[in-house]
């Protein structure tokens, strides 16, 4: 069984290795791998070509699902960038944030956690890099910092899309599954706020940060341990954190830069030749104010078949070769219905439109329209949408194939095995292969949430609350590396080919945080436990 193992890490290896090393385009490197991952799943795992179908399938939808904000993402920053409106922004910010560590600490980590938390599926990316870039900071270290700032917020963000998600195919109840998040975002806000730091400079950059950092991140960790475990408020257990973060960065540092004497005399307000700050930043205030708007849109409005778009898939089974080994078993994926659905309301991609719209009612009515300039957005919106929608195609391919054929499957299990009693240590690093392949939190753990789950509990008597609520924190941090995560920051923003740069920065940020939350999470559950009471539980079953 073990060579079934090491084919199914074929096509994730090969993968890293033409992103990272050869440094192949992401269409190229995705291209590559999908097509190992299409030869092992049809004569190793024993897809057919009915099964095929419906991967294919499912890999077009997602594809659409994201290129929709792809493409509004990269329209919407060529209009505020080539009609000047980043330019009024950036100059405003550095009127009244003098210190650029600040304000890149301050955007890249809280003001991502505050738009993660109404909206989520790589908006903060694509809204705050190329604020960043606009105020100086080089593209590589802007979209790093976006990138990796806002995970601590991904699991409760979108209103807690995700954390609902995994409650409800494990089973786990909320409470518990709460408190037991809620652990591990501590350690999730303090680390991704030193991963900022280190973005920005180094060690050099941790150690100017680090007061910032731990002050912040107990105000943060403060208000979400309220909203949790009294409020249980879980859809805002990262809008309220972030927000709450956000002032209390900007007045540490008004504070220590009025001791410093610095920055003492009044401000006013800078005006570009067309547009005042009010004007410039208004795309970006209708994106947060509809976002938080749509959030109190009844359940029956937003779900309706008139306004939300979806698929629905048949269930397959795999039917293993005869050279398989004898304790090898048939994959069943179960029947999909309303598979990740298009919800007018709820889909990023309305939200980036709305400020498109906004933008050019803005400014016609400021006199800063030229309809040549705005040809030029569209036309480099479709000169970088088309290969960004290429790579998602690929990228979702190869990963619904390894999804459905059971070779990621295998691979966890394979951990699970292999590493037994020490399974808690490792189980982060399940969660960052999670998002990794599928690219956000929420099919994270509908790919691994039950399995994080079962294995804890049935196989080795762990606790499985404490397990689950593991998975969806850790592979909330992961989304950061994601690579189809990483194309829709690096297009949004105008760079070309920095991937594998990105990946490279930030992989072993990310790894270096999975094994902190594994040992966190040894401690807690492994055999030897410092909290006993985290073990004591009865057992939930969970049926497939």
Known sequence: MWWMTLLAAVPIICLLVCLIFIKFSVVKSATISLVLALYIALTVYGMDIFGLH???????????????IVWFAILLYHMVRDFKALEVINENLKSFIGDKFVAF????????????????????????????????????KALAG??????????????????????????????????????????????TGLAVCFVYDGFKGIKKGFLYVVCVSAVVAGSAFVIIFFA??????????????????????????RSKEENTEKKSLYRGEKLNIFQAALPYIMIVVLALAFQFIPDFVYRNPAVSYSPS??????????????????????????????????????????????????????????????????????????PATLALVALGTMSLIMMDSGMTYRLAHATADATQQFYPLFAPFIAVLSSFLTGNNTNANVLFGA??????????????????????????????????????????????????????????IVLLIALVMGIVNFLIIGEMPLFPAFVAQPYTPYYP
């Open 54 to 68: 419906i991967a294919v399938g499912k890999a077009l939808w997602l594809a659409l699902f994201v290129s929709l």
């Open 105 to 140: 600490l301050l955007l890249a980590w809280m003001f991502t956690g505050l738009l993660q938390g109404m909206s989520g599926f790589g908006v903060p990316a694509v809204v705050v890099t190329p604020i960043l870039i606009a105020l100086g900071y080089p593209g590589v």
């Open 146 to 191: 976006a990138l990796i700032g806002h995970s601590w917020a991904v699991t409760f963000g979108n209103l807690g899309a995700a954390y609902f998600v995994i409650q409800g195919i494990t089973g786990v109840p909320l409470d518990e599954l709460a408190h037991a998040a809620w652990v591990f975002k501590v350690i999730g806000i303090f680390l």
């Open 232 to 257: 249980e408020a879980y859809p805002i257990a990262s809008i309220l954190p972030a927000l709450l973060g956000l002032v209390t960065l900007f007045f540490m540092y008004k504070i220590r830069s």
């Open 313 to 386: 898939f048949p269930g397959i089974e795999t039917t293993l070769p005869e050279f398989a080994p004898a304790d090898a078993e048939p994959h069943v994926v179960q029947a999909e219905t309303n598979y990740n659905p298009i919800r007018v309301f709820r889909h990023p991609s309305f939200l980036l439109l709305a400020g498109v719209i906004t933008a050019i009612f803005v400014y016609k009515a400021a006199g800063a329209w030229d309809g040549k300039v705005f040809k030029g957005a569209v036309q480099e919106t479709v000169k970088k949408g088309i």
């Open 451 to 508: 399995f994080q789950h079962t294995v804890a509990y049935q196989q080795y008597g762990f606790n499985y609350s404490t397990m689950t609520g593991l998975q969806t924190m850790m592979a909330g941090v992961a989304v950061s590396i994601g690579p189809t995560l990483i194309l829709m920051g690096a297009l949004a923003s105008d760079q070309k080919g920095v991937e594998s740069t990105i990946l490279k920065k930030l992989m072993p």
